[in-house]
């Protein structure tokens, strides 16, 4: 089994995975309009994946984390010479907004494994909450993440 981890605003934890915030505001792997939810292989990344697009860290308060289990089978991995050349590009370019729409419309998997921009050696996982093998997925109950105040400057 392999685990993910998800981090959200507490206020969103009844909807962390129905993929509405990613549908409405696009992502690296989706374009707007395209349902999908993100996940990363540690707290870590899940954090830095969030605290990337804050003005300080002081946005990370407020936040729960969930973690996931889910099998290997259901997972669809892509390493980044299966990407396009400007899959890192900020922000995100529209070809690698298709990679993900592409993998959504054809159902492929539940889960695409993609690596991070922001950790090289680590991974992303990019849900999609309409495959019928998502019911595969564990989800924990959420959980508060504690932030340290040296964040909080």
């Known amino acids: 089994m392999l685990e993910a ?11 962390a995975f129905d993929g509405e915030g990613a549908r409405r505001s696009g992502g690296r792997f989706n374009s707007p309009g395209t349902r999908v939810v993100y996940c ?13 697009h804050l003005p300080s860290y002081r946005g990370l308060r407020g936040r729960v984390s969930f973690q996931l289990s889910f ?12 990407l ?5 590009s900020t922000p995100p370019s529209r070809s690698s907004q298709n990679v993900g729409d ?4 054809e159902g ?12 090289p050696n680590a991974r992303n996982y ?8 998502f019911a595969k997925i564990t ?12 964040l909080e400057k």
């Open 108 to 119: 492929r998997s539940a889960i695409l494994s993609v690596p991070s921009v922001l950790l």
């Open 139 to 150: 989800i924990a109950e959420p959980e508060p993440i504690p932030i340290d105040s040296r």
């Open 84 to 88: 396009p050349k400007d899959w890192r």
């Open 40 to 52: 990363s292989d540690s707290l870590a990344l899940a954090l830095l994946e969030v605290a990337v």
């Open 102 to 105: 592409i993998w959504i419309a």
């Open 71 to 82: 099998p290997e089978r259901i997972v669809e991995k892509m390493e980044e010479t299966d």
């Open 126 to 133: 990019i849900l999609n909450p309409l495959h019928p093998h």
């Open 5 to 15: 981890y998800r981090v959200v605003k507490a206020a969103y934890a009844t909807t």
